[in-house]
């Protein structure tokens, strides 16, 4: 049984920031551009790996992931890609991510190949037919697979995560998501429309859909855990800098599954998460900067002993 089968994208990330928010009609100058390879699945298999054997990757991802050698290189750090599909006739999808003035973006892009997306389709079903998990994490943008593999791959947790795709999803088709799951990880801006499409406040969330906590990231103002009708806000774990945000949430929820499936202890597993996560928006790039076991664990003893504070 695998520990954590992660099921999300991978993805060719450019990132640009500039203190200056867009004027509509106008150019913005960039204070800084880079160009890394990330994506929401295999951030957060990554981070789970850190800290716990077991964490397969299922995606797919054109040749130049393999000849870029980050296939090797997460394979290295622990993640297993044997479940990533290598697709010949498109490159790896783009994640086009721009921070200006205050304000974040994010834009998709996925070369059509309508027979390759087939391909993919059985490919996970395949994957969902085969394996046991202790948990599945689902945060792909394919709607329809994410809820296959949450409805029919034996699990002892399930996890959905829908990410920044939540904004176009209506009440009817998020509520067979909300019924399949165990759990759920969300960005505070997420949280706010969920709460508001489906009528519910966090603690009916639970109640109705029986989920054992959601968890929902708020940027430099920490987390808030929700487990039943508890609630608990946690501040954030502050950074050496402050580079870039993207994909600290990912780092975020697989540095929480990896603790939470050791403990079964939410804040023990957040706390960690926060800690771990302050070294990502250090650098730019979700995977470009993480740290050590060693170093994590130094920064959550002077977190949690309240040396590490907001200046």
């Known amino acids: 049984m695998r520990e954590l089968l992660c099921f999300g994208e991978i993805t060719l990330d450019t990132i640009g920031s500039s203190g200056v928010a867009a004027v509509e009609g106008s150019a913005s100058i960039l204070d800084a551009l880079a160009t890394c390879y990330g994506g929401r699945g295999a951030n957060v298999a990554t981070f789970f790996a850190l800290w716990r054997a077991g964490a397969t990757l299922v995606s797919a991802a054109g040749e130049d992931f393999v000849r870029a050698g980050h296939h090797d290189l997460l394979e290295r750090r622990g993640v297993d890609c044997s479940e990533v599909l290598i697709e010949a006739d498109r490159p790896t999808p783009r994640a086009f991510m721009f921070h200006t003035g205050g304000i974040s973006q994010t834009f998709f892009f996925r070369a059509a190949a309508p027979a390759s997306d ?172 993480v740290p050590t076991p060693e170093a994590a664990r130094q920064r959550l003893r002077e977190y949690t002993a309240g040396r590490r504070s907001r200046r």
Do not use: K, W
């Not at 176009?168 to 799951?181: G, N, Q």
């Not at 709460?195 to 859909?209: E, K, P, Q, S, V």
């Open 118 to 289: 087939a391909a993919f389709a059985e490919h996970v079903r395949r994957v969902a037919e085969r394996s046991r998990a202790r948990c599945v994490y689902c945060t792909s943008g394919h709607q329809d697979l994410n809820l296959h593999l949450l409805t029919q791959l034996p699990s002892e947790l399930r996890v959905y995560a829908p990410g920044p795709q939540i904004f176009h999803y209506p009440a009817s088709e998020l509520e067979p998501f909300l019924r399949a799951c165990d759990a759920l990880f969300l960005n505070q801006a997420e949280a706010e429309y969920l709460y508001r499409t489906m009528g519910l406040d966090a603690a009916d969330m639970n109640r109705t859909y029986r989920l054992a906590f959601h968890a929902v990231t708020r940027g430099a103002g920490g987390c808030t855990l929700h487990e039943g009708t508890r609630c608990r806000v946690l501040p954030a774990c502050p950074p050496a800098a402050e580079v870039d945000p993207t994909g600290a949430g990912d780092a975020f929820a697989g540095t929480f599954l990896a603790e939470y499936l050791r403990s079964g202890d939410v804040t023990a597993a957040a706390e960690l998460a926060l800690a771990v996560s302050s070294f990502v928006v250090e650098r730019r790039g979700c995977q470009e900067n």
